[in-house]
T-cell receptor, first 119, second 110 residues
Framework: GAVVSQHPSRVICKSGTSVKIECRSL??????MFWYRQFPKQSLMLMAT?????????EQGVEKDKFLINHASLTLSTLTVTSAHPEDSSFYIC???????????????FGNGTRLTVT | GIQVEQSPPDLILQEGANSTLRCNFS?????LQWFHQNPWGQLINLFYIPSGTKQNGRLSATTVATERYSLLYISSSQTTDSGVYFC????????????FGKGTKLSVKP
């Protein structure tokens, strides 16, 4: 089945630094990838949609200058948390749908997530 | 927007017991998925089930799309079943925006 790989799984950084998270589709090409965020003991919320070769689209309330998304190839999307602060500490998880399957009629596959802690 | 409600919010079971988790949603959907999030945060896709019934080992799921609900059945529960179970739906016309419920936290005691 479709596999989405995410790296790193865990990162601790100091306040003010930037952190890059990678999301790769391992056995399929993904023109679109999705970034979700999960605060402790809460559910997952879509942050942004990453589009290969074009700008990402962000959900309401998500700062595009803080969460930079780059989707430079059909198998890689990156999320960079810029000038991280403790309130950015969260679990970030990406997903993608195998376009080889019929659109809107196939599941989204998720990476294993990245736990970010900003000290 | 579409609302997704899961019940119960918390569930404690003795090992070997059966359980049913429910997911209600407020609008027509293209996609419905059940996930198990383990203590390490890993989101495991259990079922892709926008309609009908599926079974996978001790787990099965049923979605009645016309009545806008889905059920996840866990039989003969094991301690490794502990974790949070999420239901997530994708509204018709939306691509990739899975709306998650708040989850059911399951604890299976030995």
């Amino acid at each position: 089945g479709a596999v989405v790989s995410q790296h790193p799984s865990r990162v601790i950084c100091k306040s003010g630094t930037s952190v890059k998270i990678e999301c790769r589709s391992l056995d399929f090409q993904a023109t679109t990838m999705f970034w979700y965020r999960q605060f402790p003991k809460q559910s997952l919320m879509l942050m942004a949609t990453s589009n290969e070769g074009s700008k990402a689209t962000y959900e309401q309330g998500v700062e595009k200058d803080k969460f930079l998304i780059n989707h430079a190839s059909l198998t890689l999307s990156t999320l960079t948390v810029t000038s991280a602060h403790p309130e950015d500490s969260s679990f970030y998880i990406c997903s993608a749908r195998d376009p080889g399957r019929v659109s809107f009629n196939s599941p989204l596959h998720f990476g294993n997530g990245t736990r970010l802690t900003v000290t | 927007g579409i609302q997704v409600e899961q019940s119960p919010p918390d569930l404690i079971l003795q090992e070997g017991a059966n359980s049913t988790l429910r997911c209600n949603f407020s609008d027509s959907v293209n996609n419905l998925q059940w996930f198990h999030q383990n203590p390490w945060g890993q989101l495991i896709n259990l079922f892709y089930i926008p309609s009908g019934t599926k079974q996978n080992g001790r787990l099965s799921a049923t979605t009645v799309a016309t009545e806008r609900y889905s059920l996840l059945y866990i039989s003969s529960s094991q301690t490794t079943d502990s974790g949070v179970y999420f239901c997530a739906v994708e509204r018709r016309g939306s691509q990739g925006n899975l709306i998650f419920g708040k989850g059911t936290k399951l604890s299976v005691k030995p």
